[in-house]
């Protein structure tokens, strides 16, 4: 294998100073950064006084630009690639990029740092052992429902972007699938000046909005959180029977997996609910 690496770099969502040290590194030692945007990320360049060339990639060139990538990997030199803010492909650009320098042989090496689901989920005060990233919900109010619709039943907390001429939309399809008492947190503006993480009822959050427009500005996660497990016991009032014999005698991981077996309910679902009954 060669030397020569792919960095895949995290920068900022919105404070500077949320920059590694080793991010800043590796964007000064590369021969070329890959960026999505050049003009965007040339004002962080300037700030650290990054004087490396930018070629940009995104979602319109990225399968054009993977020959030059890989050709000049394979002359030794080491690249990086950026978006325009947090980490790079989590809802950017750069998948297909780094699968096809893997399959060329050359190292991908992560520099990670700022995401702002990571950022959002830390803070909301949302069960954070499993969680759901949907990134962006479909543009269309109807094929935003049916998404919606069949992640009624989720169990996990569920975590979406969103942008603010959409955000007001997407809360109210949210109250129509999931109703207006599931809890969301609006993650808004993380790290910037105006950051707000406000959690409500979604009935009550929607008012909250709609009462006042800055609200509606910036830049959003919003996190929701699961169904209730409880949602099982009311399937099947048997399975609960059977859960509370197998804890009696086993871990919850495995009467939970036990349970779905011999009710043929979710797993998650009955290990939320072995959780909550073992309190
Ligand atoms: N790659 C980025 C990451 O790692 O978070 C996400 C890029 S995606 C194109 C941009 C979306 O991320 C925004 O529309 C918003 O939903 C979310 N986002 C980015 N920065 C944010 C911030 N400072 N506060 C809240 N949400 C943010």
Redesign the pocket.
Known sequence: MSEAVLYVV?TP??NLADMTPRAVEVLQSVSLIAAEDTRHSARLMAHFNIKTPMISVHDHNERQRIDRIVQQLGQGESLALI??????????PGFVLVRAVREAGFRVVPVPG????V??LCAAGLPSDRFIFEG?LPAKTGARRQLLEALAAETRTLIF???PHRILASLEDMLACFGAERFVVV??????TF?TIEGQALGELLEWMRGDTNQQK????VLVQGAPAREAEALDPEALRVLDLLLEELPVKQAAGLAARITGLKKNALYQLALERRG
């Not at 978006?83 to 950017?92: E, F, H, K, M, N």
Request: with cysteine; hydrophobic share 40%.
């Open positions: 995290a969502i919105g978006s325009d803010a947090g980490t790079p492909l989590i809802s950017d700022c995401s702002a689901l950022a959002a962006f972007y969103e942008s993650a808004r503006e993380l790290t910037k950051e910036g830049e959003f996660v």
